[in-house]
């Protein structure tokens, strides 16, 4: 009789590690969709700005990257300006989330490019933002 009982201890103690570990497993979800959606449904924000003349969303999610194309007058928007213009768009993405973050942590996971449209020969990429870090690294002359 104690060697029945021990056996259905350890069956029910196996029985509950292999539940905890797979809701463990299963509580990383894949936020890329959710992120590309709050992104592309922010990019027209940037669209008010004077000087912004055109801007672009895409997602590549093999590769865990968004790309923000962006055409602007430098003539009337400054770099240190540009670089406000994207975060307030990416800080108003990251508000938008299901459980709201601040757009580092909502990008950390994720790769981030900034290119220039229009005349990009010069410089096509003006900001990137790699996976795993925070900071944006921005190319400009």
Same mark, same amino acid.
């Given at each position: ?15 509950? +590690?292999? !539940? ?6 299963? =509580? ?6 959710? &992120?590309? $959606?709050? *992104? /592309? ?26 790309? +923000?194309? !962006? ?6 928007? =400054? ?6 213009? &994207?975060? $307030?768009? *990416? /800080? ?50």
């Amino acid at each position: 009789m104690n060697l029945l009982r021990t056996f259905q201890m350890l069956i029910v103690m196996i029985v509950s +590690v292999t !539940i905890i570990a797979g809701c463990q497993g299963g =509580s990383k979800k894949d936020t890329f969709p959710e &992120v590309s $959606d709050k *992104l /592309s449904e922010s990019i027209k924000q940037m669209d008010k700005h004077p000087g912004i003349l055109l801007t672009g969303f895409a997602a590549d999610p093999k590769e865990k990257l968004y790309k +923000v194309g !962006i055409e602007y007058d430098p003539s009337q928007i =400054s770099s240190e300006q540009l670089k406000q213009i &994207v975060i $307030d768009y *990416l /800080s108003h993405a990251a508000s938008n989330l299901s459980t709201p973050s601040s757009w580092e942590e909502m990008l950390k996971p994720f790769h981030l490019r900034i290119e220039k449209l229009g005349d990009a020969k010069k410089t096509p990429v003006i900001a990137e933002k790699d996976i795993g870090s925070t900071e944006i690294k921005w190319l400009f002359e």
